[in-house]
Nanobody
Framework: EMQLLESGGSSVQAGGSLKLSCTAS????????MGWYRQAPGNECELVSS???????YYSDSAKGRFTVSQDPEQNTLYLQMTSLKVEDTAVYYC?????????WGQGTKVTVSS
């Protein structure tokens, strides 16, 4: 059974840092493109960052310069290092595996940034 399990969400003050983790089971990152998404209350889910099978990465405008996506193949874990956090980064963060048309989502981890 394929699963994604996120962790690392917490409450932090603006300017702080957090590192989110997404551990995969039942498949490896060679099988999928991986993305970090977030959904803030009242907002649509948005792509924050991605790391594809060919190692190319993507960052949204809001994430550029502040967030870094990486992975540890041995741990089968995807990371999102977030720095200089802003109040508007408050959201539930999800990781998603894209198998080329079919998807697997994690349950999400909550990030709250206070001023």
């Amino acid at each position: 059974e394929m699963q994604l399990l996120e962790s690392g969400g917490s409450s932090v003050q603006a300017g702080g840092s957090l590192k989110l983790s997404c551990t995969a089971s039942g498949f490896t990152f060679d099988d999928s493109d991986m993305g970090w998404y977030r959904q803030a209350p009242g907002n649509e889910c948005e792509l924050v960052s991605s790391r594809n099978r060919d190692s190319t990465t993507y960052y949204s405008d809001s994430a550029k310069g502040r967030f870094t996506v990486s992975q540890d193949p041995e741990q089968n874990t995807l990371y999102l290092q977030m720095t200089s956090l802003k109040v508007e980064d408050t959201a539930v963060y999800y990781c998603r595996a894209d198998f080329g048309g079919s998807y697997q989502w994690g349950q999400g981890t909550k990030v709250t940034v206070s001023s």
